[in-house]
Nanobody
Framework: QVQLVESGGALVQAGGSLKLSCAAS????????MGWFRQAPEKEREFVAG????????RYADSAKGRFTISRDNAKNTVSLQMNSLEPEDTAVYYC?????????????????????WGQGTQVTVSS
């Protein structure tokens, strides 16, 4: 079991940057694949970025490529999402997620059902 707490959401102008952080409880953080998802009003939750257990592989949604960077620090039980060049379309609640699927060391899930644990979310609002 792992508990996830996101932070860092804010109101920012288009073109600006934000760094989201997710703190995980427990002593087995490195056994989880970590991901960031987002959900905008009246839209389905969508994958943003994911990172394998020991940072060997990262995956990004097309909308995030070149602008967002996911990273993790297993010693500190944290995963972060650096978001640059933000656009109004990035406005959403951002969720941190953890997957305990044992699909190989470089596996990174991109679907909601790949992940077993979720944080409560943090709001990101990008004004035009």
């Amino acid at each position: 079991q792992v508990q996830l707490v996101e932070s860092g959401g804010a109101l920012v102008q288009a073109g600006g940057s934000l760094k989201l952080s997710c703190a995980a409880s427990g002593r087995t953080f490195s056994t989880y694949v970590m991901g960031w998802f987002r959900q905008a009003p009246e839209k389905e939750r969508e994958f943003v970025a994911g990172i394998s257990r020991f940072s060997g592989r990262t995956r990004y949604a097309d909308s995030a490529k070149g602008r967002f960077t996911i990273s993790r620090d297993n010693a500190k039980n944290t995963v972060s999402l650096q978001m640059n060049s933000l656009e109004p379309e990035d406005t959403a609640v951002y969720y941190c997620a953890a997957s305990r699927k044992l699909n190989g060391g470089l596996w990174v899930g991109t679907l909601s059902f790949d992940y077993n644990f979720w944080g409560q979310g943090t709001q990101v609002t990008v004004s035009s």
